[in-house]
């Protein structure tokens, strides 16, 4: 069974960059499918905020794309999100999935298996 | 991007009653629409893809319904454990976009 979880600090002072953390156990990021991270602000619904494939290539949502980093650690089979100068527009409950399609495409798609999640609030 | 509007925001039913959730999108997905299950504390489950293939493992009594623009997800018999956020999901068109969620909870 592919698991996913996140981790990483609550709290991010504005102007920092906020930084997460996907674990997967079950499944070998590198062998295959998009790893994907999707947050929840709070009262609004989920969006998709970026991916990362099995090679390591990056896809963003534009509006965040100057701000984003996404990478894998392969030693480690997780992949980290980097968001720069974050705002309280970025508080979110952050979560990471796995696109459920290994037809190695960036068509969009839905997601199989998602971690729990974890809340992170912008805040001085 | 597509719009996903789910209704009812709040859906109060009892145990063994049959639910009947709404997503509507802003233009046509064709069957292109998921649905997921969202208990707290747990990580989001997909139920539903292609707007009514069940994914591996969920009982029976989940069902989805629909295509173009309107999709219905179906819960007959409601068990303790189906009291949960549920939501939608387009992947039509790019970007894939989601519901604002329906809350099914016990009356």
């Known amino acids: 069974q592919v698991q996913l979880q996140e981790s990483g600090p609550r709290m991010v002072q504005p102007s920092e960059t906020l930084s997460l953390t996907c674990a997967v156990s079950g499944y070998s990021i590198t062998s295959g499918y998009s790893w994907a991270w999707i947050r929840q602000p709070p009262g609004k619904g989920l969006e998709w905020i970026g991916s990362?494939?099995?090679?390591?290539?990056?896809y963003y949502t534009p509006s965040l794309s100057s701000r984003l980093t996404i990478s894998q650690d392969t030693s480690k089979n997780q992949f980290s999100l980097r968001l720069s100068s974050v705002t309280a527009a970025d508080t979110a409950f952050y979560y990471c999935a796995r696109r459920g399609s290994n037809d190695r495409t960036r068509r969009p798609y839905f997601f199989d298996f998602w971690g729990q999640g974890t809340p992170v609030t912008v805040s001085s | 991007e597509v719009v996903l509007t789910q209704s009812p925001g709040t859906l109060s039913l009892s145990p063994g009653e049959r639910a009947t959730l709404s997503c509507r999108a802003s233009?046509?997905?064709?069957?292109?629409l998921a649905w997921y299950q969202r208990r707290p504390g747990q990580a989001p489950r997909l139920l539903v893809y292609?707007?009514?293939s069940r994914a591996t493992g969920i009982p029976d009594r989940f069902s989805g319904s629909g295509s173009g623009t309107n999709f219905t997800l179906t819960i007959d018999r409601l068990e303790p454990e189906d009291f949960a956020v549920y939501f939608c999901q387009q992947y039509g068109s790019s970007p894939v976009t989601f519901g604002q969620g329906t809350k099914v909870e016990i009356k």
């Open positions: 233009q046509s997905v064709i069957i292109d």
């Open positions: 990362v494939t099995h090679r390591g290539g990056t």
């Open positions: 292609g707007a009514s």
